[in-house]
T-cell receptor, first 116, second 113 residues
Framework: ETGVTQTPRHLVMGMTNKKSLKCEQH?????MYWYKQSAKKPLELMFV???????ENNSVPSRFSPECPNSSHLFLHLHTLQPEDSALYLC???????????????FGPGTRLLVL | TQLLEQSPQFLSIQEGENLTVYCNSS?????LQWYRQEPGEGPVLLVT?????EVKKLKRLTFQFGDARKDSSLHITAAQPGDTGLYLC?????????????FGTGTRLLVSP
């Protein structure tokens, strides 16, 4: 148990569906992250939020829409996805996104997404 | 693109064997971390190395950061089935406006009894 929870753990959706992934951290951290983990690629950073403000959008297509209503919750809204978007989506949090020192990112268990 | 290449990609060994995983880049990182990810879970931090040439030990695991801070290695002595998992190195960049981790390509380890 890392203190970061994600729901749902598994999701199957059609290309015309709209769904949302949820992440919650119970660590009192100020920064939250979305990553995509595909079978044949390294972990890719998608979005970074610091104190509920988005500080990085790593060239992610607009069919992925993040939302951070407060520092404990992070959502990823999905709309008209493609089969190649099937992957494990990981959420992480850290104390601070702009720390000068090295910080630890704590990861949730991920949502396994399959787009048909 | 700051690419971190890990080798080998896959490793299947018997319990009790030793192994080394390598993480190489052409970029310099201010620090480097190693994570282990088990099936159905997210990555969990094992260690952070900060100084070039630094060596850290965590029980049977030995981590080294290259002198030029471009590469790292993970050595496991007398591997056990519980060491099975995906090992990820991640380089840390501080010169951007936020903390960014660049993850390696991963090494999948299977230790058989």
């Amino acid at each position: 148990e890392t203190g970061v929870t994600q729901t749902p753990r598994h999701l199957v959706m059609g290309m015309t569906n709209k769904k949302s992934l949820k992440c919650e951290q119970h660590l009192g951290h100020n920064a939250m992250y979305w990553y995509k983990q595909s079978a044949k690629k390294p972990l890719e950073l998608m979005f970074v939020y610091s104190l509920e403000e988005r500080v990085e959008n790593n060239s992610v297509p607009s069919r992925f829409s993040p939302e951070c209503p407060n520092s404990s919750h992070l959502f990823l809204h999905l709309h008209t996805l493609q089969p190649e978007d099937s992957a494990l989506y990981l959420c992480a949090s850290s104390q601070d996104s702009a720390a000068r020192g090295v910080e630890t990112q704590y990861f949730g268990p991920g949502t396994r997404l399959l787009v048909l | 693109t700051q690419l971190l290449e890990q080798s080998p990609q896959f490793l299947s060994i018997q319990e009790g064997e030793n192994l080394t995983v390598y993480c190489n880049s052409s970029s310099v990182f201010s620090s480097l971390q190693w994570y282990r990810q088990e099936p159905g879970e997210g990555p969990v931090l094992l260690v952070t190395v900060v100084t070039g040439g630094e060596v850290k030990k965590l029980k049977r695991l030995t981590f080294q950061f290259g002198d030029a801070r471009k590469d790292s290695s993970l050595h496991i002595t007398a591997a056990q089935p519980g060491d099975t998992g995906l090992y990820l190195c991640a380089g840390h960049k501080l010169n951007t406006g936020f903390q960014k981790l660049v993850f390696g390509t991963g090494t999948r380890l299977l230790v058989s009894p």
